[in-house]
């Protein structure tokens, strides 16, 4: 993931609903080696050294997230790209809104 374009005004709840439908395609480029259970998606940590999927999991209905070994979690697809990529949210938030083609502004 790439940091988009600077300073534009950013609907944050149409992309997380932009997000959102395209979740299944962005676990499997962000989290490749995790496995869908039930309506939770379990990855290892892109963050840290985790030997084995279990602690990382992410809802796929909500996009609700959390590493239940750190504590580490989120609401959103947003705050689960700018976790995963290092980004603060707005800039997760540009990101996904250029990735997904949508201008949502």
């Given at each position: 993931?790439?940091?988009?374009?600077?300073?534009?005004?950013?609907?944050?709840?149409?992309?997380?609903?932009a997000a959102l439908?395209?979740?299944?395609?962005?676990?499997?480029?962000?989290?490749?080696?995790?496995?869908?259970?039930?309506?939770?998606?379990?990855?290892?940590?892109?963050?840290?050294?985790?030997?084995?999927?279990?602690?990382?999991?992410?809802?796929?209905?909500?996009?609700?997230?959390?590493?239940?070994?750190?504590?580490?979690?989120?609401?959103?697809?947003?705050?689960?790209?700018?976790y995963v990529h290092?980004?603060?949210?707005?800039?997760?938030?540009?990101?996904?809104?250029?990735?997904?083609?949508?201008?949502?502004?």
């Amino acid at each position: 993931m790439t940091t988009p374009r600077p300073n534009t005004r950013l609907d944050f709840a149409e992309i997380n609903r932009a997000a959102l439908s395209a979740l299944p395609a962005l676990l499997a480029r962000w989290l490749p080696n995790g496995a869908r259970n039930g309506v939770e998606y379990v990855a290892r940590n892109p963050r840290r050294a985790d030997r084995r999927p279990g602690s990382f999991s992410v809802n796929m209905r909500t996009g609700r997230w959390a590493d239940f070994a750190t504590g580490d979690k989120g609401g959103d697809v947003i705050s689960l790209a700018a976790y995963v990529h290092g980004l603060r949210q707005v800039e997760a938030a540009r990101a996904l809104a250029d990735m997904l083609g949508g201008r949502h502004e």
